[in-house]
Nanobody
Framework: QVQLVESGGGLVQAGGSLKLSCAAS????????MGWYRQAPGKEREQVAD???????NYADSVKGRFTISRDNAKNTAYLQMNSLKPEDTAVYYC??????????WGQGTQVTVSS
């Protein structure tokens, strides 16, 4: 089992920044990629960014150039630096960890609200 705990969400004005953290515990040696997803009210959950254990990253087109994902393997923690935030970035952000077998663990989510 892997437990994921997100932190760092909150309310910010448009153009502002927030940094999310995701701390993993438990059998973290069985995980490979970590990522961030988000779900806005009435919309499906969408992938925001992911990063492999080796540091390879992928981003959704909507956040490229504004968000940066990183990880500290020694601390079993992933981060999402979000800059130039827009109202449409408002959502619950979820951390995810993929195991080598393809199973995905999820965090409980953290709310990000961007006011215009």
């Amino acid at each position: 089992q892997v437990q994921l705990v997100e932190s760092g969400g909150g309310l910010v004005q448009a153009g502002g920044s927030l940094k999310l953290s995701c701390a993993a515990s438990g059998r973290t040696s069985g995980t490979n990629a970590m990522g961030w997803y988000r779900q806005a009210p009435g919309k499906e959950r969408e992938q925001v960014a992911d990063i492999s254990r080796g540091g390879n990253t992928n981003y959704a087109d909507s956040v490229k150039g504004r968000f940066t994902i990183s990880r500290d393997n020694a601390k079993n923690t992933a981060y999402l630096q979000m800059n130039s935030l827009k109202p449409e970035d408002t959502a619950v952000y979820y951390c995810a960890a993929n195991t080598w077998s393809g199973y995905i663990y999820w965090g409980q989510g953290t709310q990000v609200t961007v006011s215009s």
